[in-house]
């Protein structure tokens, strides 16, 4: 019996890990040219950026096996370019910083680093280099399990955002099916909802009360959010979408943020919202937004289980 061949997903991500340590150096001996190796530029890194880690949280962020990072560490000790402070909370364990030698050694790491990240998003025009970084966002979000920071926005990747014009709410409805079905599985019933929501804001809108923004970047559409009126009191945010080739912007966290002022401004006391556990980037948004969890609800409209989330913030 032959061998079974490899899942063609497998050989993709395969493909791409080979092609892109090739691309950023990494099968060097030595790093960026310089006299430490990958591991070793690494931890000093980790060092550098981070406020008095202590050898245990180096190690998790970088899932480096503890011997091996302590032998790192003592050499870097001996040659002058680390220190450690026992913690004042736990005697067990030393917070470690550079010393100015290790500062002075660790220095030209970083600015060929910088460097050569500049000239490589530098061969690209500004639209692909938005494309590049949201890719690269896109699947740190999907596989790390603690959630992926924003990436900062760059001038090559600015958007702004408008009130929508004709064709916007076809775009939206469009790309949510598009989005949820590629990301989640979620089928047609899902459209149907989103047509549904667009339908009655565009035949109910309150031009003083709700407001609809479309995110445009390079000249097309590429997020989008619905703030709309329950009651008088109470505003609703429905619709948040952020396409794949914006997202790392801050677009999401932007977006909510004009729904919060707008619902100020508006004269509302609260704003409540419907989300589902497995967008857990929107979940970090309104979190951080101020939003709370006030109930949860199991359901399957589209095609999968899924868990319902209520979050409510008052203003």
Not at 47 to 60: E, K, L, N, Q
Not at 203 to 210: Q, S, V
Request: glycine share 6%; hydrophobic share 40%.
């Amino acid at each position: 019996m032959s061998a079974r061949r490899p899942d063609d997903r497998i050989t993709a991500v395969r493909r791409f890990n080979r092609f892109y340590t090739r691309q950023i150096g990494v099968l060097r001996k030595n790093f960026l040219d310089s006299p430490y190796s990958l591991a070793e530029a690494r931890v000093l890194y980790e060092i550098a950026s981070r406020r008095a880690p202590t050898a245990s949280d180096v190690a998790r962020t970088l899932d480096l096996d503890a011997g091996y990072l302590s032998r790192l560490l003592r050499q870097f000790e001996r040659r002058g370019l680390i220190r450690r402070k026992t913690s004042l909370r736990d005697a067990r364990q030393s917070h470690l910083s550079l010393t100015p030698r290790g500062r002075h050694a660790y220095a030209p790491l970083e600015r060929r680093s910088q460097r050569d990240t500049a000239t490589m998003l530098e061969r690209l025009p500004p639209a692909a280099q938005s494309r590049l970084i949201a890719a690269m966002q896109t699947i740190h979000g999907l596989l790390d399990d603690d959630g992926a920071a924003p990436l900062p926005q760059s001038a090559g990747a600015a958007y702004t955002l408008r009130a929508p014009v004709p064709g916007d709410f076809g775009w939206i409805v469009r790309r949510h099916a598009e989005i949820y079905a590629r990301e989640y599985g979620w089928t047609e019933p899902f459209e149907g909802l989103c047509a549904q929501i667009v339908a009655d804001f565009a035949n109910g809108y309150d031009a003083k009360r709700e407001r609809c923004w479309i995110a445009e970047m390079d000249g097309e559409p590429v997020g989008c959010i619905f703030l709309v009126k329950d009651s008088t009191k109470l505003a609703r945010v429905r619709l948040l979408l952020v396409d794949p080739k914006a997202r790392g912007l801050g677009l999401g966290a932007h977006l909510v943020d004009e729904c919060v002022r707008f619902a100020r401004r508006a004269g509302y006391k609260n704003i409540t919202l419907w989300t589902h556990s497995v967008l857990t980037a929107a979940r970090h948004i309104y979190q951080k937004a101020g939003f709370r969890l006030t109930g949860t609800e199991r359901h399957k409209s589209w095609g999968k289980p899924v868990t319902s989330e209520f979050w409510d913030l008052e203003l």
